[in-house]
């Protein structure tokens, strides 16, 4: 009986350091940004409307203010990185920023490496090609040239799923360039930057009806940093349920469009 007891006892106290230790982590997460006075967000510009370079040159878009709205949560200073979309989970996880914020959608791979927030936004792979193209959907596209962002779910959808082979940029718009450039036929990107990009540019793309997939974005944090997830988590329900959402969506949107016709 002694020596069951001793392995309870060793079992429970095993399982008490684990927790101790995980919560040591999540609160030193939140203590770097109390201490600082900065959340640091992660983001991929080229992406409107939900990142892009706004009029006075810096990320603006529907993630870059939820962040904003995240850091008034915390009352804190945002501080925004841009980078390429490819680098940012690798960025996330060796603590260059606490939040990652680039209309990202969730898969197995980046589950497995960090964590997400609730969904906050619906939207899908689509076709994007240029003005008079008679391309009409994805049984059209052997032997074209197709663009994607790289690493993002388009690239695996059109490697994985359609099976072409693709040519990568940075970032969306310049897929969108190289259609206009005659560099290529077609772009497999999120339905609502084809429309975004369709809009400042009518004359020279269009969008193929129908959509091809079905995904959510969400936020990202680090493993174990429950306590920043929750809040985040938080901020974003409010946001969804008051409307603030769709209220931003609207006006990026406008933004954008504005911006393409200055040009």
């Given at each position: 009986?002694?020596?069951?007891?001793?392995?309870?006892?060793?079992?429970?106290?095993?399982?008490?350091?684990?927790?101790?230790?995980?919560?040591?982590?999540?609160?030193?997460?939140?203590?770097?940004?109390?201490?600082?006075?900065?959340?640091?967000?992660?983001?991929?510009?080229?992406?409107?409307?939900?990142?892009?370079?706004?009029?006075?040159?810096?990320?603006?878009?529907?993630?870059?203010?939820?962040?904003?709205?995240?850091?008034?949560?915390?009352?804190?200073?945002?501080?925004?990185?841009?980078?390429?979309?490819?680098?940012?989970?690798?960025?996330?996880?060796?603590?260059?920023?606490?939040?990652?914020?680039?209309?990202?959608?969730?898969?197995?791979?980046?589950?497995?490496?960090?964590?997400?927030?609730?969904?906050?936004?619906?939207?899908?792979?689509?076709?994007?090609?240029?003005?008079?193209?008679?391309?009409?959907?994805?049984?059209d596209l052997?032997?074209?040239?197709?663009?994607?962002?790289?690493?993002?779910?388009?690239?695996?959808?059109?490697?994985?799923?359609?099976?072409?082979?693709?040519?990568?940029?940075?970032?969306?718009?310049?897929?969108?360039?190289?259609?206009?450039?005659?560099?290529?036929?077609?772009?497999?990107?999120?339905?609502?930057?084809?429309?975004?990009?369709?809009?400042?540019?009518?004359?020279?793309?269009?969008?193929?009806?129908?959509?091809?997939?079905?995904?959510?974005?969400?936020?990202?944090?680090?493993?174990?940093?429950?306590?920043?997830?929750?809040?985040v988590d938080?901020?974003?329900?409010?946001?969804?349920d008051d409307?603030?959402?769709?209220?931003?969506?609207?006006?990026?949107?406008?933004?954008?469009?504005?911006?393409?016709?200055?040009?």
């Open positions: 009986m002694m020596k069951k007891l001793s392995a309870v006892f060793l079992s429970v106290l095993v399982l008490a350091l684990c927790l101790t230790a995980c919560g040591g982590r999540q609160n030193a997460a939140m203590k770097e940004i109390k201490d600082s006075d900065v959340l640091t967000m992660m983001t991929a510009t080229g992406f409107p409307p939900y990142e892009y370079i706004g009029e006075d040159g810096q990320p603006a878009g529907i993630d870059i203010d939820i962040a904003q709205m995240v850091a008034d949560k915390l009352g804190v200073e945002l501080k925004v990185l841009d980078m390429d979309f490819n680098l940012l989970v690798d960025s996330l996880k060796s603590g260059k920023g606490q939040l990652l914020a680039a209309a990202m959608s969730v898969t197995e791979d980046r589950a497995a490496q960090i964590d997400f927030s609730v969904p906050y936004a619906s939207d899908g792979q689509c076709l994007m090609v240029p003005k008079g193209s008679a391309i009409t959907g994805v049984d052997a032997g074209k040239v197709v663009t994607v962002q790289e690493a993002t779910t388009g690239h695996i959808y059109a490697e994985e799923e359609l099976g072409l082979e693709v040519m990568s940029f940075k970032n969306a718009v310049e897929c969108a360039s190289a259609l206009m450039g005659g560099k290529a036929d077609a772009a497999v990107l999120d339905k609502i930057t084809v429309m975004t990009l369709v809009s400042a540019n009518p004359d020279a793309l269009e969008m193929v009806p129908g959509q091809l997939t079905e995904e959510q974005y969400v936020l990202g944090v680090a493993k174990n940093n429950e306590e920043l997830k929750a809040v938080e901020v974003l329900q409010q946001a969804i409307g603030t959402i769709d209220a931003l969506l609207e006006k990026h949107l406008a933004i954008c469009k504005d911006l393409q016709n200055a040009e």
